[in-house]
């Protein structure tokens, strides 16, 4: 089965969020497959969690509709 | 617009509370649907279960409708709440019994008992 490196995802997230004051990927499992995302970002601030959502999976567009994430995690915040 | 896509706005415009999840509600799937289901169920909400494993068209026809690429999704008055994230960081503020008052009024707790809706079946 295919997967999707961590780096892959944190290099999208950095084009997507260039201002991210934290910025991480963890894979959970090691499979490449079982991600978690934690982001800080100024983008976020004054977004609903739904909105805010929204955004990453916009960065994550092509990953996400090829079917190689099988599982996302997200931890968004605006800047504290 | 064909009939399934119908019948899943209809879900979600008209159910208090829609849970679309993989797997049903005694047979949950999936960690973050069973992780949505619980927020919810200790909120004390009235939640409208569907399963979307039964027929790949349920979950592209709920993505057209909610323009949000995962499961599970929920929907409170017609809203998108969110995944399966969303919904426990709103339920550990306290926000999500906000939402379902705002929503569904006072007396939420007590309309209506669990239930799943079958969507293929007209």
Avoid at chain 1, 12 to 28: C, I, K, N, T, W
Avoid at chain 1, 38 to 55: A, K
Avoid at chain 2, 17 to 26: D, N, R, S, Y
Avoid at chain 2, 27 to 44: E, K, Q, Y
Wanted: hydrophobic share 40%.
């Amino acid at each position: 089965m295919e997967t999707v490196a961590r780096e892959t995802l944190e290099d999208l997230l950095r084009q997507a969020f260039p201002d991210a004051s934290e910025l991480s990927v963890v894979d959970r499992t090691g499979g490449g497959d079982h991600f978690q995302v934690t982001l800080t970002s100024s983008r976020f601030e004054g977004l609903s969690l739904v909105e805010q959502h929204r955004l990453v999976y916009d960065a994550l567009a092509e990953p996400l509709g090829n079917g190689t994430i099988h599982e996302l995690r997200i931890k968004t915040k605006g800047r504290e | 617009m064909n009939e399934l896509h119908e019948r899943i706005k209809g879900i979600v415009e008209n159910e208090p509370v829609a849970l679309f999840m993989k797997g049903t509600p005694e047979f949950v799937m999936c960690g973050n649907s069973d992780r949505a289901l619980r927020a919810l169920r200790d909120a004390g909400a009235p939640v409208t279960a569907v399963n979307i494993l039964p027929d790949p068209r349920i979950r592209q026809e709920l993505s057209a409708v909610s323009g949000w690429p995962t499961i599970p999704q929920v929907f409170i008055g017609g809203e998108l709440v969110g995944g399966a994230d969303i919904v426990e960081e709103l339920a550990a503020s306290g926000e999500l019994e906000q939402k379902l008052e705002e929503k569904l009024g006072p007396e939420y707790r007590s309309s209506r008992a669990e239930r799943v809706d079958d969507v293929l079946t007209v």
